[in-house]
Every structure is written in structure tokens, then in C-alpha cells.
């Protein structure tokens, strides 16, 4: 998993540490970082080496193995709730959907808030075939930009369903 809140992240390895960790597969792999700074195939985080005499507890010394995200087969996200003209460097939104799939990124309006650029940054992720799963808001079904996302899930994915309360906000401080 993936956060740049420090809160979540500490909760999580806590959580999964609680777990079953004498197979390695299952320690937790939770890093604090922006997940558009996170790719398919590179490292995100160093885990401890077993084994290595120079390990020590600071994090400092000794050797570690680089682990990337696997391809995944779902992927729930509750995601932030950024308006376009509060993000700050949309350049590395965009240059991150290059990354990702090169001349045929998706092009998305200018206008579009924080979490339509999650869409397609998870999509190489996923296997073929997997899904994923959003809290979002639901601007995008209503506005113009929205319709740069639309095109893109319906482009990549088989939509099984999008659920909206027309009767009561869900989150009514937001």
C-alpha cells in the first residue's frame, strides 16, 4: 500500500504486523510516499535483509531489498478530495501518465481534480481483468472534465457499477 499520511501507514503495518510474519511474503509492505511517485516495477520501499549481521534497529545501516508493488488483482481506494485549483504541480500529474503508458497516455482536461488522475495511474497495476474499487467524488458524471475520465474507464475497464445517493450526501462536511 501506499499513503503520504503517516497516521494510515503506521495503522497498517501495525495491523498486518499482527499477522503471520514467518513467511516473508507477508510482512507488510506499506510505504509513506505519494503514490505518483510509485511505478509499476520499481522499488518503493527497503525492507531488512535476513540474515544481515550489520542490521540494526535505526533503519541506518545494513542491507536492504527493494520491493515493489506486485500487479495486484483489485485495488479500493478512498481518494482525496482536491479541487483543481489547489494542486499544486499538475506538470508531475501529467508526466506520472506518461510514465505510465507513454505516447498513449490518456489526456485529461486541465480542469480535472486530484482524483481523476488516480484512475489511470493505478490501471497498470492491475491484472487484466482485476478491479477497482473508488470513494470518490462524483463530479466527474456531471462535469466536462469528467468526461476525459469517462472515456478512459470505459476504454480500460468493464463497468460493473457506480453507486450514487441522490437523496443525502455521504460525507456531508465535505
Request: proline content about 5%; cysteine-free; hydrophobic content about 40%.
Amino acid at each position: 500500500g501506499v499513503d503520504t499520511a503517516h497516521y494510515p501507514v503506521s495503522l497498517a503495518v501495525i495491523n498486518l504486523a499482527t499477522r503471520e510474519l514467518v513467511a516473508e511474503e507477508n510482512y507488510p509492505r506499506i510505504a509513506h510516499r505519494d503514490f505518483f511517485t510509485v511505478f509499476r516495477g520499481l522499488g518503493i520501499l527497503g525492507l531488512p535483509v535476513r540474515g544481515d549481521a550489520k542490521l540494526d534497529t535505526s533503519g541506518v545501516g545494513g542491507s536492504k531489498t527493494q520491493f515493489a508493488l506486485p500487479d495486484v488483482d483489485a485495488v479500493v481506494g478512498n481518494l482525496p478530495y482536491v479541487r483543481q485549483e489547489a494542486i499544486e504541480d499538475k506538470g508531475r500529474l501529467v508526466e506520472a501518465l506518461g510514465k505510465d503508458f507513454g505516447a498513449n497516455a490518456p489526456h485529461l482536461s486541465g480542469r480535472a481534480d486530484l482524483h481523476v488522475y488516480f484512475w489511470p495511474h493505478v490501471t497498470p497495476f492491475l491484472y487484466e481483468g482485476g478491479y477497482l474499487g473508488f470513494l470518490t467524488s462524483n463530479s466527474w458524471l456531471d462535469v466536462d472534465y469528467g468526461k476525459d475520465l469517462q472515456k478512459f474507464i470505459l476504454d480500460h475497464y468493464k463497468l460493473v457499477a457506480i453507486i450514487e445517493s441522490k437523496v443525502e450526501r455521504w460525507f456531508p462536511e465535505a
